[in-house]
C-alpha cells in the first residue's frame, strides 16, 4: 500500500460525524454509536491547586465519555452483516483517530474483516471538551514547567498528565470502564444485537501500545467466554505497566510517570474506587487479578508467567528497536518469549512510528509499514 498517499486521502474523507464515508478501491466507514453502563464520582484532590486545575482533575466526562461515537471499517462489497471483525485499540492520551484510519484501511483490505475503531475511557472524541483548549493547556503547562521543575510537560500531555499526578486512580478507574465497555460491545456482537455483525462474529484484536495491556487482559480473563478463540496482534506493546516509559510530550510528563509508578505498586482494589455495574461483579475478579500481574513487573511473577503461558497461542507481538516508551527490553521482560523485533533505519519514535518522510527514508517507513501490516492481517485473518 502507498501509506503516505492512502493516508492523506483517508484523513481529507474521513467524518466521525457523518453517517458514511466511502474512501474509494472496497473500503467504506460508517459511524456507530455506544453508551456506557458506568458511572462514577470525580476525585476531588487534597492539593493546593488552580481553579483550572481543579476543573480538569474533577472533569467526569459527562459530555462525551458515557456516549460516543466510533467509526467501522469494512469491505464496501460485503452484502449484509459480517461474521469477522478486528477490534482496533489505541494508545495513551491520544485524541485523534488520523494515525490510525491507514491501519484499519489495510487490515480491512487484507483480511475482509469489519474494523471497530473503539476509543479508551477520556480519549479521542471520549475527551472532555476543556481539554482541547490549547490556551489554557499552554498555560498551566508552562507553570508546572517553571515552578515544580517538570521535564516533558506540554499542552497535549497537561491534563492528562495532571490526572496521573493527583489522582492517579483514574488509570485502573478509566481501564475498568474501558474493559466492560468492551465487554458490552463484544456481547452484543456475539449474540447479533449489533446492526453491522451476525451472531456468533470473530472478534479478533489489533492492540497498540496501552490498547495491548487491554487486550492481554481480555484474553487472560476471558469474560462470558467471549475470546475463547480469538486473537490478538500486539504491536509497540506487551510490557508491563511499570516496564514501560510514558515519560513523553505526547503521553504523561515526568512526575505524572513518577507518581503513576507509585500508585501501582500500593494493594487497592478498583471496586473500593468506583461503583461497579451489578451484572458486571461476577467478571471483575479475573480482570482485576490479570491487571495487577500486568501493573507490576517484580509482583506475581509466578501468577504473570501463567497466565501469559495460557495465551501464548493466541497473541503475536512486535516492537520496534527505535522504541523508548514500550522498548524491546521490557518487551522481552515481560513476555520472555514469543516475540519479535524490528529494527528499521529511519529516525521513527514509539508515538510516530510511521513518520512522514522522503525520498530513501520514505520508502523504507512504507516498506516497514506494508511488513508488519501484512504480517497482522495474516495472523487475524
Not at 162 to 179: K, V
Not at 244 to 259: F, G, H, L
Request: contains cysteine.
Amino acid at each position: 500500500m502507498e501509506l503516505f498517499a492512502t493516508s492523506a486521502l483517508l484523513k481529507k474523507q474521513f467524518n466521525l460525524s457523518a453517517g458514511t464515508s466511502d474512501f474509494g478501491e472496497g473500503v467504506t466507514s460508517t459511524i456507530c454509536t455506544f453508551s456506557s453502563d458506568f458511572d462514577f464520582s470525580p476525585i476531588r484532590p487534597d492539593a493546593p491547586l488552580s481553579q483550572e486545575e481543579l476543573n480538569i482533575l474533577t472533569e467526569n466526562g459527562k459530555d462525551g465519555n458515557f456516549t460516543f461515537r466510533y467509526p467501522v471499517f469494512y469491505d464496501s462489497q460485503l452484502k449484509g452483516k459480517n461474521n469477522k471483525a478486528i477490534l482496533l485499540l489505541h494508545g495513551l492520551n491520544e485524541r485523534s483517530w488520523e494515525k490510525y484510519l491507514s491501519w484499519a484501511y489495510f487490515l480491512v483490505k487484507h483480511t475482509g474483516r469489519s474494523v471497530i475503531m473503539f476509543p479508551i475511557a477520556f480519549h479521542m472524541n471520549r475527551t472532555p471538551q476543556q481539554w482541547g483548549n490549547a490556551r489554557l493547556m499552554h498555560s498551566l503547562s508552562d507553570y508546572r514547567r517553571r515552578n515544580k521543575n517538570v521535564q516533558n510537560t506540554s499542552f497535549a500531555n497537561l491534563a492528562l498528565s495532571l490526572r496521573m499526578e493527583y489522582t492517579p486512580q483514574m488509570f485502573p478507574i478509566s481501564g475498568t470502564q474501558t474493559y466492560f465497555d468492551l465487554v458490552k460491545l463484544c456481547t452484543e456482537i456475539k449474540e447479533g444485537r449489533h446492526e453491522l455483525f451476525e451472531a456468533n462474529t470473530s472478534v479478533n484484536i489489533f492492540a497498540y501500545s496501552i490498547g495491548a495491556l487491554l487486550a492481554e487482559i481480555l484474553l487472560i480473563a476471558n469474560p462470558a467466554s467471549l475470546f475463547s478463540g480469538e486473537r490478538a496482534f500486539l504491536f509497540c506493546g506487551g510490557a508491563s505497566v511499570d516496564k514501560m516509559n510514558p515519560n513523553s510530550k505526547s503521553i504523561i510528563d515526568s512526575e505524572a510517570t513518577r507518581q503513576l509508578n507509585e500508585f501501582l505498586k500500593c494493594n487497592y482494589k478498583v471496586s473500593d474506587l468506583m461503583r461497579i455495574p451489578e451484572q458486571n461483579m461476577p467478571m471483575l475478579p479475573k480482570a482485576w487479578d490479570s491487571f495487577r500481574y500486568l501493573s507490576c513487573g517484580d509482583c506475581c511473577t509466578r501468577e504473570r508467567d501463567l497466565a501469559l503461558a495460557g495465551i501464548k497461542g493466541q497473541i503475536k507481538t512486535l516492537g520496534l528497536g527505535f522504541d523508548s516508551v514500550i522498548s524491546p527490553r521490557a518487551i522481552e521482560e515481560t513476555l520472555h518469549s514469543n516475540f519479535s523485533i524490528l529494527s528499521p533505519r529511519y529516525p521513527g519514535s514509539h508515538e510516530n512510528p510511521f513518520p512522514l518522510l522522503k525520498d530513501e527514508q520514505g520508502r523504507e517507513v512504507e516498506d516497514t509499514f506494508n511488513t508488519i501490516f501484512s504480517e497482522a492481517s495474516k495472523f487475524l485473518a
